[in-house]
């Protein structure tokens, strides 16, 4: 064999290699970690679902300029530590552009330091706590934090119940439970309602009949539940079997469907916020949920419309950075294009609004949408008039 010839078979040889890698690395990939075992699952696994919804539907109608988008999903198992593997992993081993998530804000708390540090976009769909986007200008977020949700919850179960008095019972050791406490006190405050006894947990904790004793004891008229739908139905459950009839009123841990299914009659009367309303008639959101029907045989939550919607958001600041001549989109160019981005989907209009940063430090972006109340009713979630 001459020398020509064995090139050519070399080349021959190498050529799909090379293809392929040129095809693969021009794939847009991008990152999502999310708690897929474990109690908060329960939030994640509907997340990941929306998200590949989203980018099946974006690639089949061409993905961004002809390039399509790539999930690259892991398991944060709703963990801390974990939480911190997995961003290390998406954003170092496999360069991805940005990561979604991570599930709790607990984790993102964990994880968002290391986008601030190496200057890529964090994008949680389901976080809620006070001060996320105060971690640095690379923190964005698509679900509404407690601060604008709660005092809407609250103003409709006060006109709605005629209540004065509230009991609190939350966890104390998780970003979300206790940022809902804070939350939930200063709206009470505001709204002139009287505390009349405060009780807390711990993460793992499955008796809370100590503290829902204490709080019988003061006949309050409702009890404010800021808590993860897993302890919040146990609550519930415990609440009922002591003879408690109060209303409870909870936060975005409250607006998993599993928190009916496993408080059963317990959860009748819960009164909770959410920016998603199932019965909205727009096109976006029948056609998402009659799509997330087909692919997952399930109907979707407002957790798997938030990061429908979110994916939607990062494509429409993909597509326009690719419009304006870079099609090599970077960290950079997405960070910068992303608060300018509106979009309108399944939970309706949204728009970016900047936090104000503690300290005036830069910040990063909050969601500006407004909530919907609802109150579970035989077993389901009915809008409150
Ligand atoms: C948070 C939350 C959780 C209830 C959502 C998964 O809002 O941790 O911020």
């Not at 709206?187 to 709080?215: C, N, W």
């Not at 009839?245 to 409250?254: C, L, S």
């Not at 799509?291 to 419309?305: D, H, I, V």
Request: hydrophobic share 40%; charged share 20%; proline share 6%.
């Amino acid at each position: 064999m001459n020398i020509k010839t064995s090139c050519r078979l070399l080349m021959a040889g190498l050529l799909p290699l090379f293809f392929f890698s040129l095809a693969h690395a021009a794939d847009i990939k991008i990152g999502v970690a999310e708690a897929l075992t474990g109690p908060a699952s329960q939030y994640g696994i509907p997340i990941r679902n929306g998200f590949e919804l989203a980018a099946d539907e974006i690639n089949a109608q061409g993905g961004i300029h002809g390039v399509p988008i790539q999930l690259v999903v892991e398991d944060e198992r709703g963990k801390k530590e974990e939480a911190i593997n997995v961003y290390k992993k998406l954003a170092f081993r496999d360069k991805v552009l940005m990561i979604f998530g991570p599930t709790l804000s607990n984790s993102m708390f964990a994880a968002g330091p290391i986008a601030n540090a190496a200057h890529f976009v964090a994008f949680g769909t389901s976080n809620t706590a006070t001060g996320i986007t105060d971690m640095g200008p690379y923190t964005f977020r698509s679900s509404p934090m407690e601060s604008d949700v709660v005092p809407v919850t609250l103003k409709s179960a006060i006109s709605h119940l005629h209540i004065r008095t509230a009991g609190i019972i939350y966890g104390n050791d998780d970003a979300f439970t206790k940022s809902g406490y804070d939350v939930f006190r200063k709206s009470l405050e505001d709204q002139h309602m009287v505390i009349a006894g405060t009780e807390t947990y711990s993460r793992g904790d499955v008796d809370f009949k100590p503290q829902l004793t204490k709080l019988m004891a003061l006949h309050p008229d409702a009890i404010i539940c800021p808590c993860l739908s897993e302890e919040g139905a146990n609550i519930m459950l415990q609440a009922r079997s002591l003879g408690m009839k109060q209303p409870f009123i909870g936060g975005n841990g409250f607006n998993s469907p599993q928190l009916i299914q496993n408080a059963g009659k317990a959860a009748e009367g819960t009164i909770v916020g959410s920016p998603w309303f199932s019965d909205n008639p727009s096109p976006e959101n029948q056609h998402f949920i009659s799509a997330y029907r087909k692919k997952y045989g399930t109907p979707p939550n407002q957790f798997s419309a938030q990061s429908y919607d979110a994916l939607y958001i990062v494509a429409d600041a993909l597509n326009h950075i690719a419009l304006s001549g870079n099609l090599n989109s970077d960290r950079q160019s997405l960070r910068d294009a992303l608060p300018k981005t509106t979009h309108i989907g399944a939970t309706g209009k949204f728009a970016f609004r900047p936090a104000h940063g503690q300290d005036k430090k830069p910040a990063g972006y909050d969601a500006d949408q407004l909530p919907f109340v609802y109150v579970i009713k035989n077993g389901q979630f009915v809008l409150m008039k």
